[in-house]
């Protein structure tokens, strides 16, 4: 819960004047996005600002003209009516410079809107699998995606709204001025509570709303999971529908009880504090009338200021409904710049290529644990692969095998240990050229929404189009026949989210990855991470002949439960709670007669 404990004084004004942390940052953002747009607005703002007074002076004097006219002998109509004129003038000025500033703001969200969505995205690429993988971090960049086009406008819209109410304000207290000076402080004096009141409840507004985001996720996470093609099956088979929808009310009702809450908090203060404005408009009116019946001001004059008392409350109430927004909108912009100024690590190596081609792949006591995590996930783990070997590791669910994978791609890097690709530390790889030599597959592999073409293509960018380098991939990846079958060949477009898609079955999906790994020719590192689960052992056995064929300097790493297929390995790795458990051939490990040679019999016995 957030707490509402009474804050110290200082605290609070630096809270007050926060509301301002970030219009700066937010205009410069507007500003480098369309200079021409910006300076219309604040032309525009300005002009908007100080006519309306104008407005009020010319009343003034038409009402005085008025008076003067009847009493006269020689009535002058003509000034009077030049001065409706004038005023029509101005009103319409008014009416074009609100226009002008609506269509300014427009253009302006569309500009920003893209170019912040751009900078969000930027920054993703080059951020680590890690940030991703943390929850808070994660909420950060939801938020600011989800927020992207409107915040930073809206927060100088309501920044320029308040300079124009500021500007509106101060041209009405030198008009008012001249009635007397404590009409400007009431004025002012009038607003200022109410203005406290706002700032307070707007902070309570700021803590609510950042303190509750896991929550306004899980509702995010709830509405995908009941409304989106990957987990309908689930939902109904499961009969999940109604209990998640419930969690998804339910997350509203609490959220919606601190809400009202503050709702009425905010609004009971807010109608005290107005009737006190209402006092002080009414007071001053009174204050000004008997000044008018003692004939210390003409009847114009008197128009004129009550005008002013009337429009300089609405400038002071919108100038607080603004602030309020403000708040939000900062809260959105700190979020913003939190994501954009996470650091990035600097990526310190350059070489793109090894002194000792000849050895291969190396870990040396490499030991692993998650940021955040205690217990270590992979433990001294040692073994080298050279230039024309494979290998192969086994190992239950949740032993290491994918988190090794991870580090050799450097995904992560290990806590300890190093880990030598020809004889140099991955640290000291240029990061780009590291990857150019490993072509992998994860379990969770990528099905993109894409065509046939570009979903083998993705495997290498500089080939992404390139349509013989996706059929000899395919070929290797054995999804050449299924592909040719398809009327559209691999301009078919895949998945069920676009027109025309067509979804495939695991098992062809899993061949597409692999033409996709396939498709990386320069690479002589293949991993493959248990990518052949869903396909037929036969398929399995033919892809990696085929693949060790290719080349004889390739070096393999296969994970899989399949010892049809892990028996062919060079060199074989059983993976026990982070740590080597056994190592060798398959017909060492089998006279060993530990680990593998239990699992191995187990699913022999399985097929016989
Ligand atoms: P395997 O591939 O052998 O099934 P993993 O390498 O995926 O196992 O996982 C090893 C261990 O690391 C598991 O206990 C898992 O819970 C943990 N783990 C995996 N990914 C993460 C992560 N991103 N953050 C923290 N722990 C993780």
């Not at 929850?135 to 086009?149: G, H, I, N, P």
């Not at 003692?294 to 008197?302: K, P, Q, R, V, Y």
């Not at 080298?384 to 450097?410: C, D, H, M, W, Y």
Request: charged share 20%.
């Amino acid at each position: 819960m957030p707490e509402n404990k009474p804050e110290p004084a200082v605290g609070f004004v630096q809270r007050a004047l926060g509301v301002f942390g970030y219009s700066r940052r937010a205009l410069h953002l507007v500003w480098t996005t369309s200079r021409a747009l910006t300076l219309t607005l604040a032309l525009l703002t300005l002009v908007a600002g100080v006519l309306p007074a104008l407005i009020a002076y010319i009343g003034q004097l038409i009402v005085d003209g008025v008076v003067a006219a009847m009493t006269s002998t020689s009535p002058d109509t003509r000034r009077v009516l030049w001065l409706v004129g004038l005023e029509a003038i101005v009103v319409t000025s008014v009416t074009a410079s609100q226009r002008g500033i609506s269509v300014s703001q427009s253009l302006l969200r569309a500009l920003l809107g893209q170019r912040v969505n751009v900078m969000i995205l930027e920054k993703a690429l080059t951020l680590q699998l890690a940030n991703f993988e943390d929850s808070e971090f994660y909420d950060k960049l939801t938020q600011a995606r989800r927020e992207a086009s409107s915040r930073p406008l809206s927060l100088v819209t309501r920044t320029f709204g308040l300079v124009q109410n500021a500007i509106s304000l101060t041209s009405y207290a030198v008009l008012l001025y001249t009635f007397s000076p404590w009409a400007v402080v009431i004025l002012i004096g009038a607003g200022l509570p109410s203005f406290f009141a706002e700032a307070k409840f707007s902070g309570d507004a700021f803590r609510l709303f950042r303190w509750r985001s896991p929550e306004t996720r899980m509702q995010m996470y709830l509405e995908t999971v009941i409304a989106r093609e990957d987990g309908v099956k689930e939902v109904k088979l499961f009969q999940l529908g109604p209990r998640l929808l419930q969690r998804y009310r339910d997350i509203f009702s609490k959220l919606f009880i601190e809400d009202r809450r503050l709702t009425l908090r905010r609004d009971s203060w807010g109608f005290v504090l107005g009737l006190l404005s209402t006092a002080a408009f009414y007071g001053a009116y009174v204050w000004i009338v008997i000044t008018t019946i003692s004939g210390a001001i003409t009847l114009g004059a008197m128009t004129m200021y009550l005008v002013l008392f009337r429009q300089g409350q609405t400038a002071v109430a919108a100038s607080l409904s603004a602030i309020s927004g403000m708040y939000e909108d900062n809260l959105y912009l700190s979020n913003l710049y939190d994501y954009l100024g996470q650091p990035v690590p600097a990526r310190t190596g350059e070489a793109k290529h090894g002194p000792h081609p000849e050895r291969g792949l190396e870990f040396k006591d490499v030991s692993f644990n998650y940021p955040g995590s205690k217990v270590k996930t992979l433990t001294s783990i040692s073994f080298q692969i050279r230039p024309g070997e494979s290998f192969a590791l086994v190992g239950e669910n949740g032993s290491g095998k994918t988190t090794l994978i991870k580090l050799l791609t450097r995904l992560y890097d290990p806590t300890e240990g190093h880990i030598m690709l020809d004889g140099l530390d991955l640290q000291d790889w240029d990061v780009e050229a590291l990857r150019q030599r490993i072509g992998v597959i994860f379990q969770d592999f990528g099905r993109y929404q894409f065509t046939v073409g570009e979903n083998i293509g993705a495997g290498d960018v500089r080939y992404i189009d390139d349509a013989e380098r996706w059929a000899k991939a395919a070929k290797t990846g054995m999804a050449a026949p299924f592909i040719e079958e398809m009327a559209d060949g691999y301009e078919t477009q895949l998945g069920r989210w676009f027109k025309g898609g067509r979804e495939l079955s695991s098992g062809q999906w899993q061949k597409i990855a692999l033409s996709r790994a396939f498709m990386r020719s320069d690479a002589d590192i293949l991993v493959l991470d248990e990518p052949t689960a869903a396909m037929d052992a036969l398929s399995e056995a033919a892809i990696f002949d085929h693949f060790r064929s290719q080349s004889h300097n390739k070096m393999t790493i296969l994970i899989s439960h399949r010892f049809s297929t892990v028996r062919a390995a060079d060199q074989i790795i059983v993976i026990h709670h982070g740590e080597i458990l056994e190592r060798g051939t398959h017909e060492s490990l089998l006279a060993m007669n530990g680990q593998y040679a239990h699992l191995f019999k187990l699913q022999a016995r399985g097929y016989q």
